[in-house]
């Protein structure tokens, strides 16, 4: 795959893409976004595991079983979560004035929300604001339909591919918002990927649930979860290539694009966690089994000690190991490595006098902590933020 790619202006054959102010927002910013595909399209979702879930999600859980979809309309500003049957029959009504407008089967459409819990969604002024979201639906505005979705984030979240799959080059793109209530299984986020590549239903799942592993499942912003979770993909086939199954030989490499684009699109995410001003990669390696990796790396990577450390420029291993020896691996002490970005500062379970050339050890925008366990050969990377008193005061004050 040809390194994956920011730029705002992106174009995916047969997708157009919407977004437009609602008035959901009173800031009168964009809040109301579509992605829509000429014609239908194999598709394929995964979605919060909160036993508490917005009304959206329940519906398109519903919908996902079919495999197929063509538009997803999404709005911020509301989560429509927490309001009971009603807002199961707003996310409806979104369903089917969406498909109307569009001139496509209900069955073919997927709403997403994200926003304050609890607040009855504006039926009305989504209903209203559908004409003009349509009319504005073009192949260069993924910008717009990115920014539309933003809750506290402080940036669109857009990354785009390009793969050589049967002699042709196929193109993933995606969009995503997420800056806090971010924890894994689901990390909450919505993120929503295109590409005009043909995949079959069953492989399009299967690669889904490996980028999501790799990358969402892998990211901590501040150990809470949402109601809303949403991570979609939508495969048009007008590439023209013969559908790609699991067994294909190009799926592979169609399979590794993708957890590209999802890796970015996450490792943005992290970058802009509420308040943060430092992203941070926790990789460890040298461990007995992938799970035993992961665990380590999301153990540490969730701890405040260690990040609030990391936002003081404190290179204070000594939380890094606590978080490590509570997080139900089994290590040897003497055995672990340390190292904060190429800076050794534990060798053999003990500090090296390293860190007292802070300076040195923090001089780049990015921190990557590094703990070699030296018990096997696998390994796992968690990505998350420093933790600072911005985060307290954007969440203090969310509602008010």
């Known amino acids: 795959m040809k390194n994956t790619s920011c730029e705002k202006t992106v174009h995916v054959p047969g997708f157009l893409f919407a977004g437009v102010s609602a008035g959901i927002k009173e800031s009168g910013e964009r809040d109301l976004a579509l992605i829509?595909?000429?014609?239908?399209?194999?598709?394929?979702?995964?979605?919060?595991t909160n036993r508490v879930k917005a009304a959206p999600v329940k519906l398109a859980l519903r919908r996902i079983a079919s495999r197929r979809g063509q538009a997803v309309i999404i709005n911020s500003g509301n989560a429509n979560a927490c309001t009971g049957k009603q807002g199961l029959r707003d996310a409806e009504e979104i369903n089917t004035v969406t498909a109307k407008e569009l001139g496509i089967s209900?069955?073919?459409?997927?709403?997403?929300?994200?926003?304050?819990?609890?607040?009855?969604?504006?039926?009305?002024?989504?209903?209203?604001?559908?004409?003009?979201?349509?009319?504005?639906?073009?192949?260069?505005s993924l910008n717009d339909a990115a920014s539309a979705i933003m809750t506290t984030d402080t940036f669109a979240k857009t990354c785009s591919g390009k793969v050589r799959i049967g002699g042709k080059t196929g193109t993933i793109a995606g969009i995503a918002k997420g800056a806090g209530m971010i924890c894994p299984r689901m990390a909450t986020l919505l993120c929503y990927m295109v590409t005009d590549i043909a995949v079959r239903p069953g492989a399009l799942d299967r690669a889904l649930r490996e980028a999501v592993n790799k990358s969402f499942n892998r990211l901590t912003v501040d150990n809470d979860m949402s109601t809303n979770d949403t991570v979609m993909i939508m495969a048009n086939g007008l590439l023209g290539n013969k559908p790609l199954t699991a067994r294909s030989p190009c799926y592979r490499r169609f399979s590794n694009a993708l957890n590209e684009v999802a890796y970015s699109l996450a490792k943005m995410i992290a970058r802009d966690g509420e308040g943060a001003t430092t992203p941070v990669a926790i990789i460890v390696r040298g461990a007995a089994g992938e799970r035993d990796a992961e665990r380590a790396a999301m153990t540490i990577a969730g701890s405040m000690l260690v990040r609030t450390a990391i936002h003081g420029k404190d290179p204070n291993w000594g939380r890094i190991m606590a978080a490590l020896g509570r997080s139900g691996v089994e290590i040897s002490e003497d055995r672990v490595d340390i190292y904060i970005n190429k800076v050794k500062v534990v060798s053999r379970g003990t500090g090296t006098g390293r860190d007292k050339s802070a300076n040195s050890i923090f001089k780049d925008g990015e921190v990557t902590v590094t703990v070699d366990l030296k018990a096997g050969r696998e390994s796992a990377r968690v990505l998350t933020c420093d933790l600072t008193e911005g985060y307290i005061r954007i969440n203090a004050h969310y509602r008010t």
């Open 106 to 140: 209900a069955g073919l459409v997927y709403v997403s929300s994200t926003g304050v819990i609890g607040v009855p969604l504006p039926v009305e002024k989504i209903r209203n604001a559908l004409p003009g979201l349509v009319e504005s639906l073009s192949a260069s």
């Open 36 to 48: 829509y595909s000429e014609r239908p399209a194999v598709t394929a979702g995964l979605f919060t």
